[in-house]
């Protein structure tokens, strides 16, 4: 092949160049102002998402007739009765196995003393169990004593607080304005779309629905999809732990199906804490294995059942791929990072895999 054949020679116009040029600056400014108004994106961001999540829900009471901005005010009053039913029964269930556990404090804190080895024991005075409870009360007459030096801390950050009053008044107000930036956006989200597809110019318009239909499966197939896995997962991981006799067992199965969103944390969590309460209450092998156990039946239910019906392969990340991901985003963004690790790294596979079939179908592939 001829160097530069296949590769257009045409020199750039200025128009073209003042464009380009004019797109750089425009994607440097906005940088800039996102990175030194973090706190807004935040909250935009937080609302775009929860918009993209209840979009179709507006969606399909639009196709049922039912006006745009009534099917925004049906879906907004069903999202917060189903919010506020699950907080009620989550409060409610979590203050009563709190105050079951309250009860068995006691026999806790003697489980534990018994598995602590001697050693230790010894290097921390506590020979007997009358020391522990002797020692106890000392510390808390040590913190009731240094109570008001830990105070003064605080006093000096409240009153650096309300030094800068204006700012804590609108960083409180960008949160609660949240659901008005999410009624906008479901009430102007085509509007919007055809605003941005405005900018796409004629010839590449196929391409460009196409690679964003693709895009959206990617996305809704992990965000939707992954919600309701997590649902589902704190469900059978609550049921579970109660039916072996967790304290606390709604607790730790709804935190782990919750941090499932981050994959592999929340089975993580979820085992650790029903390991401990296990030891701590029962004090055998039997309960920690039973937990263990049902923890690997679920995940195994997860990996081949419940995933795959739900979330499907739209996503398609390898599991090495997205432990990378996951560990590149904690470690440059921390948790924020964690929970956008493996959508946008799903996003970018979609691009790659498009620049990889091309390559694949270019001459300089296919050449002999």
Not at 35 to 53: D, E, G, M, N, P
Not at 198 to 223: M, N, T, W
Request: net charge neutral; glycine share 8%.
């Amino acid at each position: 092949m001829k160097s530069g054949e296949g590769f257009s020679n045409k020199p750039m116009s200025k128009n073209t160049k003042i464009l380009l040029g004019s797109a750089f600056l425009l994607i440097i400014s906005a940088t800039a102002v996102l990175y030194y108004s973090s706190a807004v994106f935040l909250q935009l961001f937080v609302a775009f998402a929860l918009a993209y999540i209840l979009n179709p829900a507006v969606v399909l009471l639009e196709r049922k007739g039912i006006k745009r901005l009534h099917g925004i005010v049906i879906v907004f009053i069903m999202a917060v009765l189903v919010c506020g039913g699950f907080a009620v029964f989550f409060v409610v269930s979590i203050a009563g196995e709190f105050s079951n556990m309250q009860l068995n404090l006691p026999a806790y804190a003697q489980q534990l003393y018994e598995i602590t080895p001697v050693s230790i024991k010894s290097y921390l005075g506590v020979e007997t169990f009358d020391k522990v409870v002797l020692r106890l009360n000392e510390l808390m007459q040590q913190a009731r004593n240094t109570a008001p030096d830990l105070l003064k801390p605080l006093f000096a950050l409240l009153q650096k607080a309300l030094t800068s009053t204006v700012e804590v008044l609108l960083a409180l107000l960008g949160y609660l304005i949240i659901p008005v930036y999410l009624f906008y956006l479901l009430a102007d989200m085509p509007r919007f779309a055809s605003f941005i597809e405005s900018f796409v110019p004629e010839r590449f318009r196929p391409a460009y629905a196409a690679k964003l239909a693709e895009v959206d499966a990617v996305l809704s197939g992990f965000v939707r999809g992954q919600l309701s896995v997590c649902a589902i997962l704190a469900l059978l991981y609550s049921a579970g732990l109660y039916a072996i006799g967790i304290d606390l067992a709604i607790a730790i199965g709804t935190l782990a199906g919750v941090t499932f969103i981050i994959p592999y944390v929340g089975t993580i969590i979820g085992i650790c804490l029903s390991v401990i309460m296990a030891l701590l209450k029962f004090n055998d092998f039997l309960h920690p294995l039973l937990c263990l156990g049902w923890f690997g039946f679920i995940q195994l239910l997860e990996g081949t059942i419940i995933t795959p019906k739900i979330v499907g392969d739209t996503v398609g990340l390898h599991p090495l791929i997205a432990i990378v991901a996951l560990l590149i985003g904690g470690q440059l963004f921390g948790i924020i990072g964690m929970l956008l690790a493996v959508p946008v790294t799903a996003v970018l596979q979609v691009f790659l895999r498009s620049l990889a079939i091309s390559y694949r179908e270019s001459e300089f592939y296919r050449e002999e």
